[in-house]
């Protein structure tokens, strides 16, 4: 069975970086066609996506966030961790990490976790 | 980027009706493109993979079309269970999601 839980402060002040961990198991982030990745939704809007780690340590953004994020994987700690620099208010959002399978979807999402951006 | 565009953003239904959501892509994704739903305060919910393939699961009245850059979600008789938000993805180029559809009680 696979689970999947982020962590991470549930406030932060503007202009600070934001580092998120993905807590994961039931799969290995050492098989071939595996991915976490990471999406967020800021309250009552849609999702969005940030960012994708594959099994090879291949790595996409957003194009629009690029610039500030960097995604990680620790195989050994079954671990996926996302950082996020110059945080804003607009960021305020439930970040959430998801298992890409073979098939190419985010087929398992972990239940979210809410960051308030805020001085 | 590729964008990704659903309609109708909200979408009034009754119990028993016949539901379909529309998601167009910016350029073709091939058949690159998944389903979501999801429940206030949940995480989504995978329906639909690669256009019409049904996450093991999923109800069979769930059911998607398309390729290139037009799809379809059709839900074949409306569930109380089915009242959420939907979602569109498509995964051809990096991933991007749709504004998603609301549906609503009538």
């Known amino acids: 069975q696979i689970t999947l839980k982020e962590s991470g402060p549930t406030l932060v002040k503007p202009t600070q970086t934001l580092t998120l961990t993905c807590t994961f198991s039931?799969?290995?982030?050492?098989?071939?066609?595996?991915?976490v990745g990471w999406i967020r939704q800021p309250p009552g809007k849609a999702l969005e996506w940030l960012a994708l780690?594959?099994?090879?340590?291949?790595?996409r953004y957003s194009p629009s966030l690029k610039s500030r994020l960097t995604i990680t994987k620790d195989t050994s700690k079954n671990q996926v961790v996302l950082t996020m620099t110059n945080m804003d208010p607009v960021d305020t959002a439930t970040y959430y990490c998801?298992?890409?399978?073979?098939?190419?979807?985010?087929?398992?999402w972990g239940q979210g976790t809410m960051v308030t951006v805020s001085s | 980027d590729i964008q990704m565009t659903q309609s109708p953003s909200t979408l009034a239904a009754s119990v028993g009706d016949r539901v379909t959501i529309t998601c167009r892509a910016s350029?073709?994704?091939?058949?690159?493109l998944a389903w979501y739903q999801q429940k206030p305060g949940k995480a989504p919910k995978l329906l639909i993979y690669?256009?019409?393939s049904l996450e093991s699961g999923v109800p069979s009245r769930f059911s998607g079309s398309g390729s290139g850059t037009e799809f379809t979600l059709t839900i074949s008789s409306l569930q109380p269970d089915d009242f959420a938000t939907y979602y569109c993805?498509?995964?051809?180029?990096?991933?991007?999601f749709g504004q998603g559809t609301k549906v609503e009680s009538k």
């Open positions: 350029q073709s994704i091939n058949r690159w």
């Open positions: 039931g799969f290995s982030l050492s098989t071939n066609g595996v991915g």
């Open positions: 690669k256009a019409s």
């Open positions: 993805q498509q995964y051809d180029s990096n991933r991007t």
């Open positions: 780690i594959y099994w090879d340590d291949d790595k």
């Open positions: 998801a298992h890409k399978g073979p098939p190419g979807a985010f087929d398992i």
